[in-house]
């Protein structure tokens, strides 16, 4: 059948009956692989013991795994935090990870593709990011973690997004998929994405390795985001956003000997603070721009001789990013100027604006309508914050194919990035479900009459 | 003689008492000068009566005036203020000066270079300025001119830096020079130097025409600055200045429909005020820098595209003031790239450090210390003000002659600038006593035996 | 009948097409006041003869007409420019405007507020505006106005926002409504507004008077905006808006001699500037905040002592405007603190948000699609200015009462506020015609059965 | 005998010859005690094997040894380096130091009061410090300590400014003294202050526990200074120095959500550090500003909500010193308020101007003349550095006695500070001569004839 057929089906309500049956089934081990995954954190590009679980359980279903160099192309990342990935490959070795799997991840990323493949068809992939954020959880017993024994084992790192359950649903989708593979053509594919806080360049790593160029589909998932257990976006549109590190060189002087030989980069900093937090609005789309981080000089008596500033834009249009951006590097360079300073800006993080696809959202929105645990489904909202799935929804739609990015509603004990933020995992069992429909039906095998 | 001669020769009694009764004889004209001066004040480069009046004078008293082009060359000016020019222009036509004379003036600036030529030898030159200051003098019958009938006639001009002494004393030197001719040789020369106030380049342009190239002892003078009546400096100093307008083009727009096309000039200007005031200090020599004004922007409701910003530097040093300088150049251009917006400046003042002659000094000090009026001689100070008689003693002490800034103290009613300034008439006759009698030793002609 | 009654009731067809016949034979009258009008611009709280114009047509049309003091209180008044002002006060005096007048609508102000009383009923007030903009007006024969003869007299001053227009629509309705005065019951109320531009508080003026206390119906109009002749949108909403001016005051000081006894208000000035610039944005709603004028120092040799800032903000809402202009005042005060410099805010503008009446707006959009010449009805828009009609819209809001903003389109020459601006004169019969239909519905005297 | 009569006294010869005899004779002792200390160089208050060294020592030599609480108040320090002092006590307890003696110097300070009572009649005191820097020390053998095996044995501190020859010159004039304790009467005391650098208080915390208020002349110390070998300044002066901790405190937001409701610290510092290097000149003394550390903000995403600003202020004169701090707390507190934010100002290090006393200087340049090894006697100079031994020499003249700093200069292999600083050993045997002279003058026993 042609692709373009299968989306404008009506949807089979016997297909959407089997997936929540299917769903509930497997609930003890979507919440058990949450779980271990939530007690084991690891941060952007350093998700060795997660990558090794994936490839583990995806490689038991019979999907076609591919992990590191294969899976992404390091050169394409923005920055990554050394320090936190090699305590991470540390604590991975002494969790029994194959040392030599961690070697290979730490050289070429820790991106894992696996691929069900069902025959002829269309493809239909999965977007799942895995990282964790930089936060000690909460150890009270009013957090259920803590309560029911699955707290980070990691102090100073947390699964604080969700992103544990991504993975889960992840799983989930593939082994109900698996389990009925012979009724299904095409390929279903699962992106398990490293580093999406922060916007490392984790979307861009896997996509400069062609992996979504043969893709027709793409769902990419989050977990709650302000909306409850019951509730599912059929696409969310996120604010477009750049991430930079600006390094400034300046001279060193002795203050009271000879301050007029100095190079104070710690002025050329405060000018450059003052100026980027005074950029003109622009008329076309709300923005913000902050400078986050501020370190300057070592010693009272001394021209503070260098300074490290870190810097964020949100915007919601490319247009306004594109002119924030624009200023961001004139006002750096014409404040080093003025303190005759030298300034070097690395951009550290990003992730474009992005279109998704008015068709496959209906099939979505039609699809969680079937399923009995979801009660509103809402079409399209934006969330003010940044994802770098854009980066895989831009190069779909440049290709004419179809993508959308899928909000699957859960309550939250508290806000993402808290660090007493959990949610409810009734709705991994539900996403897993509604994800399985919607696949199973775009690779549904036509029974030739 | 050798011109080494006569400054290291012991001074002759005779010729200091003949200069003081001389100066005495002639205190009635010398106050009469001051006084009409004092009525008709002038600003730089708008010196028309004055010139006219000079002029005028020395012509009767048989010297060989230069006035106008071939007293100095405007090319080498600064800047000026047209807006008082013009109307001082007017008020001399008015009064009844050559109106061709105006004409020629306004062209070719206001200078008077007047040589008093007694026969082969050395040439002493005097420096005295004759700009009035924009000030509106003092009314009421406490201040002295107002009571004895010569305040002055314009409102918002205002002698009131002493400049019409200077003039007096120069005319009453060239009258009792001129009396004792037949006993000098050399050539005494009096510049009359327009345009002091500010630095606007009125030295510059006098020196540009070479007419210090054959000075060999130059002596600048000034009335009060701080020291009372029967009081002399003999060498005083000066800060090293430069002023400077920057203008600044952005670009306008509607700060509610288009902000972000806006190229903000305020903002620059706010930003380069910020650090123009934060250079870093120097090591070897105090200095204040002064954004004194600052004008941008026409509407509440568009970007700023323009402004201006008048900035002064002085300092104790040429390296202090050097580098504050480059800084000023650099921050500006810094703050403007850092708005995108074009600046450019313009010197529109300035005066160097200069060096004075140390026996040159001693001659005054020595000359000072046998006049009656004159009860305390002090060698060598720094003022805390700039001034451009500096220009002519650098072109001196390049050549290997000699010049020194002489001071005549003066008891004032109100410091220098003020609207109620005004100066002991006193000081006149002693300093007139002074100057003639160390001209009269440098040019003592020699009764061969 | 009650009012609530009238507005539901479906508009006569019969009654549109009188107004529309009706104002086609005014035309002629119509468009000779907008060109007489355009002839003898006036600035904010100068339209003194503007005035006088409309008391003497709305008397000869036999209305109620209050003017100066009856019609506004100064007091409420938030600025005005005097010199314009005084300026507009000689000129009206020499164009033969009663010299009484003139002063007592100096003193008092120039508001006109007319009523038709019809007898018993509803109140619909009517609301334009008459002041003109400081632009010198185009004089080339592609400019329209100086083709056909009517530019403006004044250099300097020019109807460049259409409130001629307003003025000649106002005096149409009233005419058009006269006319038919024994079918209408209740009243019709004009309101011709000082002072629309810079939102100084002829709004507010007015509303002091209590003039729109018993008002049932308002309908404030403007042309073009940027909708095309034929296009009518019922509900226009505005910007939050305010205006403030603040004045610094520092100390001098001489910066050679005693700099550290200054106060710099041009650096209090300077910092405040980035600060106001770099207020951080609000999370619900974009909002603009400009610097728009800087002024500040005399002399390069002077600790700069003053400085005068002129400041806008505009707002999508009144959360985000009350935001800016608390930390507007935090800034500024902070500034001068650090700096040592008293600051003094006076507000000289502004405009709140407004909620406007759906009912009433679908009554306008009803009715406008009845006219033949209008083939385009919008319902609700948002403009990025500011309007102080919002100061009425509130008051009627406040008392359960009905008022809408209404945009009549008119193709335009140039943008508003340029100096080749200029609106297409058609819409002035079409606006005249719709209006007056409203109005007649909303009077329409019942005929008893 | 009066004081008065000894210090105007001509000194004896052979007082001088038998100092310099002597210190030869302990020249090996002196250069011993000084390569110990400087293998365990010890932080500011964190000088506990230090003060255990000189203890021991001068109780061997018969001293009365003030230490810790009985020497010092803490109450009266500024602020101390905790961890560096934390690291100092466990290195001095594994050191063999005596623990009950750390702990007890840990809680109380390490300084040290030792006397040499005499009898009857003055006392002299000397004041020398004994902490080390945060400096790594050079590791090459072109560094006389690396290449003689006695660099400092502890990495990122080292004795680079010399204090560690301070101490041994202090404890080799006690030796010479208490050898010819019979010839003396009064007291000599020997003060050795733990702090100098960052003069954070050790001078004040000394003086606080009354041990000046008895001394009737006091000599400070130091080596080199820009001073060669042979050199001798009889009297320093100091710059008036503060150093200053700001704390800044505001609110973190999340910068797409809800920025409105944050309080930029990093911008109220931003905005506080050009307002500091902006503080105008002094008209009667140079300075010299720096914000020296800015520390704020932790993520891109949220506005930062804390600040870190160290500051250091260095004077010419205390009228300048006090309007710049001054100038400082209205800055910080201007520009925190400006934006919303807390702060606080803690002064963390200080030290006053002092004045000297002319007579013991003369004395001291007397006996310098004296000595061989000594060609170069200055009166007075004045160093462009701030050092707290002003605080004695402010309490001594207070109370009409006499002071002064006296430099012994030493040729240097790297300037002060530097990580392969190092001076000429000569000069402590030079340094120990000369003051073991001088007290010997002022404390000789006179014979009865």
Redesign the interface.
Known sequence: VAVTDRIAAPIDATLVTQAVTDSREHEHTIVRWRRDLHQHPEPGFGEFRTAALIQRELDALGLTVRIGGSAMDVDAIYSCDETRIEASAERARQQGVDSDLVDQLQREGTAVVADLVCGEGPTVAFRVDMDCLPVTEASDVTHLPAREGFRSLVEGEMHACGHDGHVAIGLGVASLLAKRRSSLTGTARFIFQPAEEGALGGARAITARGLVDDVDYLIAIHLGLGYPTGEVVARARF?VTS?FRARLAGAA?H??????T?R?A??A???????L??I????QG???V???????????????AW?LM???V?AETQA?HD?VVARVH???????????VEVDIEQIGGAPAADDDEQLGQLVSATAAQIPDIDQVRDLIIC??GEDATVFLNRIAEQGRRGVYVLIGSDLAAGHHAHDFDFDERSLVTGTAMLTAVAGHLLQREVSG
Chains 1, 2, 3, 4 share one sequence.
């Open positions: 604010l991430k002087a203050v009271v000997n000879a301050p007029e100095g104070n710690l002025l900093a405060a000018t450059a603070a003052l100026g937090h005074a003109a609005p622009h008329g709300w923005f913000s902050n400078v986050g981080v501020l370190r300057s000089g070592d010693e009272q008596g001394v021209t503070p300074a870190d810097i964020g949100w306004a002119y004139e006002i750096l360079h014409g404040a080093g100027s003025a303190h005759g003010r914050a």
